[in-house]
């Protein structure tokens, strides 16, 4: 694999497109890989458990009175400057919680301990961080990215770059924020760090449950080459009868199949319901592995995983009570019968025994299989509308908004006023952009891509109606001037 380097920022913009060869070609190095290499010894555990730390902070047209003329910074920024901002006390808590798993993870392997973390930044975030030149956060993350001496205690996952939700972005650029992520994280820590992320984390554990939409979720990860994604429990049921998960605890296969009959499948590892913050913040994930034992999988005895997400930054329990209690944990449970793993290595192992995706029990997102009842023939999009719109007058219950961390957030019902002036974005993109062939390597191109993509941003809809609303809107605004005047 290549070691050249690609340049963090470009015309003062993130380096998000224009290397997509080199990109490329680090998804798709491989590398053998020993069973047990990491020092876990998954023959003798009697279970496992992996925790995955999400950090986010969205980009905001803020810092000055006019709404039109203000510049696009971080949030983390706005809190830092406005002292009439409600949680402004929290910002350099943030900061400190962007880094210290870089110093955590040094500290217990100077103990010999067998730490593990997997790490999930959103674009925006990374974008944000380099802008107001927090510059100690990437060198505390550089040194367990990059040093073979960390490369199994830290698992980087993938993710979008503008931090959408998949159900309710166009799919088209769904896969630009995927890629345009891969470009970034390469630029800061390297191609050789990109080629060993191989997990993908989806922004609000957002999982598109219409089948067409699906359907390419799954292809444009695939595409990009991630080997495996994380899903909430509740957002996927059993392929064969529609029920829920019997085995949240070992690797599924999610299947993806659009309405012209093709399909596509992805491993999915299988994050389980809860308070996310408190459970990881507590270190819950450790203790409810350690009651459990050996499990049969593809008549095989292998040792159960539970799996956990949860926001690293936000809220008591992770500023305050992770610290303490994941240097606990991580000190009692190195080389113990229920060690800390990470995913990949943890599919590394059960492909090590023979166990590959075809082995794994199968899963389809959410009221599929109603739909799949329904639909006959590979006849495409227009019957299946018809189908779904037939499910739809019969249960008010039944959708095709997706699946995500929550069911009580729609990310679609009430923000017609953000979504109309998105989609116009993102038609308008894909005119004059798109179509056009315009190269990926020109400023124009990366700077109508920036825009574009922080318009999809999830915090516009999650945070309800009022100002971030009107940021989102903004924002649409001047991606359609971009658009309708540099092209």
Not at 15 to 33: F, K
Not at 186 to 207: N, T, W
Request: hydrophobic share 35%; charged share 20%; with cysteine.
């Amino acid at each position: 694999m290549t070691r050249r380097l690609i340049p963090e920022c470009l015309d003062g913009l993130p380096n998000i497109c224009g290397s997509e060869d080199l990109v490329s070609e680090a998804m798709a190095h491989t590398r053998p890989v020993g069973p047990g290499e990491g020092g876990v010894d998954f023959g003798h555990a009697k279970s496992a458990f992996a925790i995955a730390l999400h950090m986010h902070q969205p980009l905001i047209a803020a810092g000055a009175g006019d709404l039109r003329n203000a510049p696009v910074i971080s949030n983390l920024k706005h809190m830092m400057d406005r002292s009439d901002t409600g949680d402004r006390h929290n910002a350099s808590i943030f900061h400190q919680c962007y880094k210290r798993m870089g110093q955590f993870i040094l500290q217990l392997v100077r103990e010999g301990k067998q730490p593990r973390v997997m790490l999930d930044y959103s674009g925006c975030l990374l974008h944000g961080l380099g802008a107001m030149g927090l510059h100690d956060v990437f060198d505390d993350l550089r040194v367990v990215t990059s040093d073979p001496t960390y490369h199994h205690c830290v698992e980087w996952l993938g993710s979008a770059w503008g931090h959408p939700v998949a159900p309710s972005t166009p799919v088209q650029d769904y896969r630009l924020h995927v890629r345009a992520w891969q470009h970034h994280f390469a630029a800061i820590f390297g191609l050789e760090a990109l080629s060993r992320v191989r997990g993908f984390s989806p922004a609000e554990m957002a999982l598109p449950n219409h089948p067409d939409v699906c359907y390419e979720f799954v292809r444009a990860l695939l595409e990009c080459g991630y080997r495996w994604v994380l899903v909430q429990e509740h957002t996927v049921e059993r392929a064969e009868d529609g029920g829920p998960v019997q085995y949240p605890h070992v690797p599924h296969r999610l299947l993806a199949r659009n309405s012209r009959g093709q399909t596509l499948s992805i491993i999915a590892i299988i994050k389980t319901q809860g308070s996310d913050t408190k459970l990881v913040g507590q270190m819950q994930p450790y203790y409810e592995a350690k009651s459990l034992s050996r499990v049969s999988l593809a008549g095989q005895s292998v040792p159960p995983l539970v799996t956990q997400i949860a926001d690293g930054e936000n809220g008591g329990v992770m500023m305050n009570e992770f610290p303490p209690k994941y240097h606990a944990v991580m000190r009692e449970c190195s080389r113990s019968d229920t060690p800390a793993v990470n995913v990949t290595e943890y599919l590394e192992y059960l492909e090590s025994i023979g166990i590959t995706e075809a082995h794994l029990p199968a899963v389809r997102p959410i009221m599929q299989k109603r739909v799949w009842d329904r639909f006959e023939g590979d006849t495409g999009p227009g019957p299946l509308a018809e189908v779904i719109g037939r499910l739809k007058s019969e249960d008010g219950g039944f959708h095709m908004d997706g699946g995500s961390w929550t069911n009580d957030v729609s990310w679609t019902r009430g923000y017609e006023n953000v979504l109309g002036p998105m989609e116009m974005a993102s038609a308008l993109f894909a005119e004059k952009v798109i179509r056009r062939g315009v190269a990926t390597s020109e400023p124009r191109y990366r700077n109508a891509l920036y825009h574009l993509m922080m318009t999809q941003t999830s915090c516009y809809r999650y945070w309800g109606p009022g100002i971030w609303t009107d940021y989102g809107r903004e924002l649409c605004r001047r991606t359609l001037e971009i658009l309708k005047n540099d092209f």
